[in-house]
């Protein structure tokens, strides 16, 4: 008997004014005392609201509408509140998505330890007795995840992002759980303090023995991590496998399409796929298999038979063509064969001519001075900071948050002005330039965002969002820079451009909105781009897709491009040189495999050791 | 404090307003039951106003008829102290309140969207300022300085009312518009309209102001709301404008003719009652733009 | 520490800002305003009397100076306490005027408005709890209603019902004719009486901010992963809802509390008016309609001032209450 054991569970959202989605469907799986299992996914699979059902703590309009979960062999589907408080968090403890926000603002961290500990009396520790010393034992648990016990006596707004999520880890381990059910833990946190923290838990995991189920969308760390890997999509597992078979031995195309993005950026020549298309929309009935829409394998049967999860190599798969195959991994290599050639990206080692720099940055130094209270603060977010850009190349600044990254960027647009040193685009002098001067200098520089979803007014047609720049930078008329609008989207894959031009952006799909934004900064026809993390915010399946088009558009148009990230894999995929910033200063420069291949930086190195390895812990 | 999804709303508004012919957002409210039976009874309310003359039997003015009598065939709600009408006075009492709350509803928006746009948009030193008159706006208390800035009045007149009320109106919302563009205003979108070439001034018309429609509606029914409220205890306190009718005004007259002794209950009742319904009307359909603005606040 | 002097620069600012905000509202008409004052007293049908003429001069300061000096006499006026003579009340002082006054207005509206606050927060709480089940929708449709209904029209249904019809209370006043100010216990029962019906009305609708503020508050703090993770760990359903609920949502109704009482003294002016109580409110109005501008503008500046030290004791509060508050931004 499993520890967890969940059978045919079905959780729908119906929401008083659209339909009802059924964001899980008769989903089964078992989580065995002392295992490390992770669940795979992109946004939108179902993924987090298996965890909450998990939980029970799903609230309306989300309900279980099918379906049993058994925690050892007790079914606590619908046990009432009540009773089963006192199975929360002796059995079974969480840390949620954003820690942020999961730690009550206005009570002290060893309050909110004191507060579990009085919930569970008969739990862990208080069995001897009332002899149960909360401080001590609070303690001893923020020791085990590398925090200073003084943490205690702090209010959570006085913590850092990364300890936070170190506090939570420790709450949840405060009662010796039997299982702890971790949901993104570690998002929207520096790559290396993420990095730290994931260590600690395996760490942890091994020492303690308490099971664990790993939510996730970060394909290298789960695979890293865990034991056994599950992975969903569409509100269905589609195949559970041991880590290491996951790896290597995949057997549904959407696996292989998921793991295809994924690559170490070490290697001598660097290859990611993407999948082409979307999940579907869960609010329409299904027929047939959810992926086949997507799948390069798919035959006449797919599209009308629904496959079951049936037992295959290892473990499980949802795939007609697996069930079918006298050799499932022939279905694999099919695939592999009929993938299309613009559904694969690959940077090898050959370095490009080096042409004339369009933008040289020289000594730039750049000072704020903050007056809090009485005495006032300097802080140096960039110091003496050379470099240049030159056209149809593609130059990666790489470093952790707070490295001067976006201060960088800020100089280079003009939005500041440097301290010392001086900027250089051609003949102009962007240290120096004026109000009207800057804004002609715009014309020539431009900007894709990070976050598809902010970048585009939510009010404004994809039309007019391209013929500002057109209209302003260009001197169109209306007439004109629709044509060119349109001819716009063509170039960034949105075909046919007429189907497009009068939508408004929530009818866009994340990877869509994010042509979009690269569309509307090409419109001026710009000499300089300024990339700031453009793929950190897409599914993985898709990630792959943009950086193909970001570096067709910069060869072609011979743009020079800065492109700001801290993920060395899309650095190694699509630039000529990458230059690494810590606290403000250039600590790394060169060309790209080099950089990443042989870093002699210490903080390189760290940035490179953060990067999950799949399939690694399996070797060693 | 929440901030509330105006962005949300518009999209909603917008991706309704395409299915039908009418305005998205007027979709959207019509679709929140509450927020219908508001609707209906703030257009019964309009209607009456408007038609006042074709309604009422008498002028309010009139004051032929035999004093402080009871409801009766020819008087519905019988008749005041001086003679006139109850009934009659209560239709043309819709008109006043109705355009107090539109006009000092409408005033007291332009400022609190001027001020609250200028200080969020710019911030620094201006906003510093403007800051301060607003947080000033907001601790001082109200109708003490309306009945004082209406006690200095050479004339008393419905104008004078719709100043007093917009000069000491205009805080609260202005400082929910500064909260909410100070959010919109570190938007991407907003970078890239400057990246494109665009003006300030046309970036706050067409970037920012579209996302901000139903905070300033709901602004604006907050404050025709208050100013309804408002007009009604100045005049009941005697400080409105003796030559309009109003319901403050009759509860006033009710109050000083003898109402409460004599027994009229209807001409003590009706005012208040009708009042009470205008404002039961602004707060459903503040319901619906509510439920829509804050998902935490809809029922499901 | 760095809030706290904020808060008091805040106050200190503000004061000021109110202080010459009373200053200038005399003087906003056009042209002379000690003349255009004396000429609408003439116009009313008793003569000017010297002492009228005198209170004025003295509320607006020396003719013949200019504004900055006039100013400068009257803060110096104020800062000494000298507000001048009422003379719709001669010879009573502007300040011996407010003193009589203030005690009424202070019992009445400080019981009402804390047991106000105290009952509109428990509803609130109490619905927010029990979310979307009846209590819920009896409480907020409930106090939606209620909070429809215009507060002096109430008040005139009480007295005329409770008071005229029922004869249960007296109609109006302080205190009866049979008693006298004074520390006897038939003044106390007398004045108990008294304030009964006025008081019934300040808490008919008091309440009703604070129920729909706290409820929507709370509904949103027990939404939020704090409360969620509370829930996961087992914690009883009503610690969560003290603790990770209502101990959160109940701030903003702190600071609410003290921006209510500008609001508040409005509702003062009128119950005190209808129920003809002795208090400030009354006060004020009746120094507005005899056109007593010295009491009248003593009278704005003290319950300003009244307000800003009631907001300054509120943000105190709420910085003991809140540990986040030296990361909030000034309200």
Known sequence: MALLEVRDLSVTYSPRDSAAVRAVDRVSFDVHEGEFVGLLGESGCGKSTLGTAVLRLLDRPAAITGGSIRFDGRNVTTTPEDELRSLRWVDLSTVFQSSMNSLNPVITVRHQFADTFEAHPDAFGNKQGKGLDIGARAGELLELVALDRSVLRRYPHELSGGMKQRVALALALALEPRLVLLDEPTTGLDVVVQRDILDRLRELQARLGFAVLFISHDLGTVMELADRVMVMYAGEIVEDQPAAEMVTRHLHPYSAGLLGSYADPRDEVVKVEFIPGRPPDLSQPQQGCRFEPRCPVAVDTCRTVHPELLPAHLGEVRCLLVEQATDPRAVLDKAAALRSRDQVFAAGAEARIAAEPVLVMDGVRKVYKTRRGLSPTVTTAVDGVSFALRPGQVTALVGQSGSGKTTIARLLTGVERPTSGTIRFKDTAVDQLGRRALRKYRRHVQLVFQDPFSALNPTRTVAYALSRPLRNHLGMNAAQARTRAAELLETVGLSPAEQYLDKLPHQLSGGQRQRVVIARALAPEPELLVADEPISMLDVSIRAEIVALLDKLVRDRGIAMLYITHDLLSARLLADEVMVLNHGVMVERGPTLEVIGQAKDPYTRTLLAAIPRPGARQLT | ?300 | ?331
Request: proline fraction near 4%; hydrophobic fraction near 50%.
């Open chain 2, 1 to 300: 404090m929440t901030s509330i999804d105006t962005e949300g709303v518009r999209v909603t508004a917008l991706a309704a307003g395409r299915v039908s012919r009418l305005p998205g957002w007027f979709v959207i409210l019509w679709r929140n039951r509450k927020c219908r039976i508001g609707l209906v009874m703030l257009a019964a309310f309009v209607a009456v106003a408007v038609l006042a003359p074709v309604v009422a039997p008498y002028g309010p003015r009139v004051d032929e008829f035999a004093a402080s009598t009871g409801p009766s065939g020819a008087h519905w709600l019988g008749t005041t102290a001086r003679g006139e009408d109850v009934f009659s006075q209560l239709v043309y009492g819709a008109r006043t309140s109705l355009v107090v709350g539109l006009v000092a509803g409408l005033l007291t928006t332009v400022i609190a969207v001027a001020v609250g746009l200028t200080a969020g948009y710019l911030q620094g030193v201006v906003d510093e300022v403007l800051s301060f008159f607003i947080n000033l706006g907001l601790v001082i208390p109200v109708l003490p300085l309306m009945i004082v800035l209406a006690g200095y009045a050479p004339v008393k007149g419905l104008g004078l009312i719709i100043i007093v009320i917009t000069v000491t109106g205009w805080a609260f919302g202005a400082r929910i518009k500064r909260a909410q563009i100070i959010t919109l205003r570190t938007r991407d979108y907003i970078t890239a309209a400057k990246f494109a070439g665009d003006s300030t001034a046309r970036i706050i018309a067409f970037e920012i102001v579209p996302n901000m429609i139903s905070l300033i509606v709901v602004g604006f029914m907050g404050s025709a709301l208050g100013a309804i409220g408002a007009e009604a205890g100045l005049a009941f306190l005697g400080l409105g404008d003796p030559q309009t009718t109003s319901w403050g005004t009759m509860l006033n007259q009710a109050s000083l003719g003898g109402a409460l002794t004599t027994g009229q209950w209807a001409w003590l009742v009706a005012p208040g009652l009708v009042l009470a319904l205008l404002i039961t009307s602004f707060t459903l359909i503040n319901f619906g733009i509510d439920a829509l603005s804050n998902p935490h606040l809809r029922e499901d």
């Open chain 3, 1 to 331: 520490m760095l809030y706290f002097v904020r808060r008091a620069g805040f106050f200190v600012a503000t004061l000021w800002a109110a202080v010459t905000l009373n200053f200038l509202i005399p003087r906003i008409q056009p042209g002379d305003p000690a003349q255009a004052l004396l000429a609408r007293l003439q116009g009313n049908t008793q003569a000017v009397n010297p002492v009228q003429l005198e209170a004025v001069r003295k509320m607006l300061g020396t003719q013949d100076g200019n504004l900055l000096a006039q100013y400068w006499d009257y803060l110096g006026a104020i800062c000494t306490g000298q507000f001048g003579v009422s003379y719709s009340y001669y010879p009573y002082t502007v300040t011996e005027m407010i003193g009589t006054a203030l005690p009424w207005t202070l019992i009445l509206v400080g019981v009402t408005q804390l047991v106000s606050f105290a009952v509109g927060t428990l509803l609130g709480a109490w619905a927010a709890y029990r979310r979307n089940s009846r209590v819920d929708s009896v409480i907020t449709l409930g106090s939606t209603f209620v909070g429809t209904l215009p507060f002096f029209w109430i008040a005139l249904l009480l007295i005329f019902v409770f008071a005229i019809t029922l004869n249960w209370f007296p109609e109006g006043g302080g205190y009866g004719g049979g008693s006298s100010p004074g520390w006897s216990w038939l003044f106390f029962s007398d004045a108990f009486q008294h304030s009964v019906l006025p008081a019934v009305a300040l808490l008919i609708t008091g309440p009703i901010g604070w129920i729909i503020g706290m409820r929507n508050n709370m509904v949103q703090t027990l939404g939020e992963d704090y409360a969620r993770l509370a829930r996961a760990r087992g914690l009883p359903r009503r610690r969560i809802a003290l603790t990770y609920g209502a101990r959160i949502a109940i701030l903003p109704n702190v600071t609410g509390f003290a921006i209510a009482l500008g609001g508040l003294l409005g509702g003062t002016v009128l119950v005190e008016t209808i129920f003809n109580y002795p208090g400030l409110g009354r006060l004020l109005l009746e120094a507005v309609s005899n056109k007593d501008y010295p009491l009248m503008q003593a009278l704005f500046l003290f319950t300003t001032i009244g307000v800003l030290i009631a907001n300054f004791l509120a943000d105190v509060t709420y910085g003991f209450l809140d540990p986040r508050v030296r990361r909030a931004e000034a309200v």
